[in-house]
């Protein structure tokens, strides 16, 4: 039975590394924002994609998490359940929580006049460029996604190697081009088309909500059959 305690220690645990979660994450996102303003102050340009970097590496954070944390974390006698529920609770905390600087920076780049340069490197258009509760909720949902996506990987390696990560992004393509195919022998374009036109960036956190918890059920299902 995974405890709250249980939880807190698992979180504790990765923290040993706090490089990985904590310091890696915003020394790229620094260097992103500077190199953009740079940019920015030479060549006139209020919108950029250099924000993907925080989330790029959360994405790696997760994958470390489960690929290479794993065997000393069940050395120390957690369960597998313990762990992947506790690594998730870590995931949990840490959107929440760069989620809110996220949301902290996006004002000050707002009341700075975008670093001085007109530069969106926080408001992001459409995503992130409401209300502030609802930038940090896209935030939370967008961090907390590609976390529990890159822990998903990690298992995947853990348990099947190279070989059986080849195969599951393999597998993604392959379901992806068949979405593809299907919706192009059934006409279906000019629906999804609509479909996404018309969602608002709420709409698309709930479907990204939906596509966490997938992907968490997806992973929690792959950890038990994960080998150290």
């Known amino acids: 039975m995974t405890t709250w305690s249980t939880a807190v220690n698992v979180g504790r645990y990765h923290l040993i590394q706090r490089p990985i979660y904590l310091t890696l994450p915003w020394a790229l996102t620094s260097f992103s924002l500077g190199m953009n303003l740079i940019i ?38 957690l ?42 490197f926080f408001r992001v258009p459409y995503l992130l460029d409401g209300p502030w509760y609802l930038a940090w909720l896209t935030s939370f949902v967008g961090l907390g996604l ?17 070989t059986g990560l080849v195969v599951f992004i393999a597998a993604q393509m392959t379901v992806l081009l068949a979405a593809v195919l299907v ?34 059920a997806g992973g929690f299902t792959t950890m038990r059959r994960a080998t150290v």
């Not at 994609?49 to 997760?62: D, H």
């Not at 590609?146 to 190279?162: A, C, E, P, S």
Request: overall charge positive.
């Open 40 to 77: 920015s102050s030479q060549t006139p340009a209020s919108q950029t994609g250099g924000l993907i970097t925080l989330y790029a590496w959360v994405f790696v954070g997760g994958l470390l998490a489960t690929s290479r944390s794993l065997p000393f974390g069940l050395a120390l006698g």
């Open 79 to 120: 369960s597998r359940r313990s762990y992947y529920l506790g690594t998730a609770g870590l995931a949990v905390a840490l959107s929440a929580g760069n989620a809110v600087v996220l949301t902290g920076l996006r004002a000050v780049e707002g009341t700075t006049g975008g670093w001085g340069v007109d530069l969106h």
């Open 146 to 162: 590609l976390f529990v996506y890159g822990m998903w990987f990690g298992i995947v390696f853990r348990r099947w190697n190279i």
């Open 183 to 216: 919706a192009a022998w059934t006409d279906a374009w000019a629906g999804i088309g609509r479909f996404f036109t018309d969602l608002s960036a709420a709409g698309l956190t709930g479907v990204l909500g939906a596509l966490t918890i997938a992907l968490f």
